[in-house]
């Protein structure tokens, strides 16, 4: 694990050679992909807010041949949707244990740890650490989980963080410049 009172670039550049092994990112959803927030809707359904342009990282991570898939102790239904719009394969919700899940789904996809990438936002998240590769975190996550994270981004869950991610990611593996002179031509 790398000491957290290293400035972010120089964290970002010691985590490069882990990045380029990354083949599988899993995001945990409520306070990473959304704010954690939780609405109803007036028939008691569960709504909630993704933000788009983590969808576009979605996209841009699959067109690199990277796997994503979401691993959530949550349920409700929006996470699932979430996945159908943008070909998520692998959506587990109302997990009960993370890191029995995310071997699970490691094992099926024959996924070295050192291949795999997990972002998640909470203590209950710490359980997945020996199972993966990379440990990240938005910047609001939880005060314990920030300090064994591999890395705390600068976004906060639901605005950006697993755009920020992968970006680095797809950059440490040489694919930002051809997204970036091509664009990247799918819906989010």
């Given at each position: 694990?790398?000491?957290?009172?290293l400035?972010?670039c120089?964290?970002?550049?010691l985590?490069n050679?882990?990045?380029?092994?990354i083949?599988?990112?899993?995001c945990?959803?409520?306070?990473v992909?959304?704010d954690?927030g939780?609405?109803?809707?007036e028939?008691?359904k569960?709504?909630?807010?993704?933000?788009?342009?983590?969808?576009?990282?979605?996209?841009?991570?699959?067109?690199?041949?990277i796997?994503?898939a979401?691993?959530?102790g949550g349920?409700?239904?929006?996470?699932?949707?979430?996945?159908?719009?943008?070909?998520?394969?692998?959506c587990?919700?109302?997990?009960?244990?993370?890191?029995a899940g995310?071997?699970?789904?490691?094992h099926?996809?024959?996924m070295?740890?050192e291949?795999?990438?997990f972002?998640g936002?909470?203590l209950?998240?710490?359980?997945?650490?020996?199972?993966?590769?990379?440990?990240?975190?938005?910047?609001?996550?939880a005060?314990?989980?920030?300090?064994q994270?591999?890395?705390i981004l600068?976004r906060?869950?639901g605005?950006?963080?697993?755009?920020?991610f992968?970006?680095?990611l797809?950059?440490?593996?040489?694919?930002?410049?051809g997204f970036?002179?091509?664009?990247?031509g799918t819906?989010?």
């Amino acid at each position: 694990m790398i000491p957290p009172a290293l400035s972010y670039c120089l964290r970002r550049r010691l985590l490069n050679p882990k990045l380029r092994r990354i083949r599988l990112v899993v995001c945990d959803v409520d306070g990473v992909l959304t704010d954690g927030g939780l609405s109803y809707d007036e028939e008691g359904k569960v709504v909630k807010r993704f933000d788009v342009r983590d969808g576009l990282a979605v996209r841009m991570l699959q067109q690199a041949g990277i796997t994503v898939a979401l691993l959530s102790g949550g349920r409700g239904g929006a996470s699932e949707q979430r996945a159908l719009h943008l070909d998520i394969h692998h959506c587990r919700v109302g997990v009960g244990n993370k890191r029995a899940g995310l071997e699970e789904l490691r094992h099926e996809l024959a996924m070295g740890r050192e291949q795999t990438a997990f972002l998640g936002d909470d203590l209950n998240d710490l359980v997945v650490r020996p199972a993966t590769g990379l440990l990240i975190t938005p910047a609001d996550a939880a005060p314990g989980l920030r300090r064994q994270a591999d890395w705390i981004l600068r976004r906060r869950g639901g605005d950006g963080a697993l755009r920020e991610f992968s970006d680095a990611l797809l950059a440490s593996q040489g694919w930002m410049q051809g997204f970036e002179t091509s664009g990247v031509g799918t819906t989010n």
